[in-house]
């Protein structure tokens, strides 16, 4: 691939045009769309494609890494800003949906490719869950790393297989709001309020364990603004 061109220029508002058509091609038909068909949606010619990618090899990892970039962002943005803030953006979670596509069509090609992008979500989900957790919004794990994995392979099914039972995922904004409007009240309850009544399951589970991990650090409280 060539050194991508320097902020500000014409050659980058073309480079990100074709990144953000090959989003929408392969998000709707898949990684097998031919290059030629991201052209087209971008408006350029396939030669123009090459000169910024170097091949659709290079375009899926730069769409790979965008599609990566503005999950990691909106979700640091969830868990460190704002209640109202959260909620505003899943009132607007149809605007979502090339991402969501693209993600899909990412798992469902399976591979290389897929394993390698599950897990740059997964490095990404510990990062920000970090994130809340200095902010004092998220509570602290035992096991960051483990906690970062499952909750980011349960969202990936469960977006999955929303998918797959209802008509094949084809009308994604509504998916998504299909998935936030039956999801957001127990996925709250439950990160929010916790499922058992008591911690007995957990103090049971860590007698069995042959090297406990001890209880997490308190997270650091944020400070109160007082209003003027």
Avoid at 84 to 99: F, G, K, Q, S, Y
């Amino acid at each position: 691939m060539r050194s991508a061109p320097a902020a500000g220029t014409g050659d980058l508002t073309a480079r990100a045009r074709i990144r953000d058509a090959a989003v929408e091609v392969f998000g709707s038909t898949g990684f097998d769309a031919p290059v030629r068909a991201v052209a087209a949606r971008a408006g350029v010619s396939p030669g123009l494609l090459n000169h910024h990618f170097g091949s659709k090899d290079g375009l899926r990892a730069a769409c790979d890494e965008h599609v990566l970039r503005r999950i990691r962002e909106a979700k640091t943005d969830a868990v460190t800003g704002s209640p109202a803030a959260a909620l505003a953006r899943l009132a607007a979670v149809e605007e979502h949906a090339p991402l969501a596509a693209y993600v899909l069509q990412a798992l469902q090609a399976g591979g290389d490719l897929a394993a390698a992008f599950v897990e740059q979500m997964v490095s990404d989900a510990e990062g920000y869950l970090a994130a809340g957790v200095a902010a004092g919004t998220v509570r602290p794990s035992r096991d960051p790393a483990a906690r970062a994995r499952h909750l980011t392979l349960s969202a990936l099914g469960s977006l999955l297989l929303h998918a797959r039972l209802r008509a094949g995922g084809t009308d994604l904004p509504g998916l998504l709001r299909h998935v936030a409007d039956s999801a957001t009240l127990p996925a709250l309850e439950i990160y929010t309020e916790g499922l058992f009544t008591d911690r007995s399951m957990l103090d049971d589970y860590l007698m069995q364990v042959p090297d406990p991990p001890g209880p997490p650090a308190d997270p650091v409280p944020t400070p109160v603004q007082e209003s003027p």
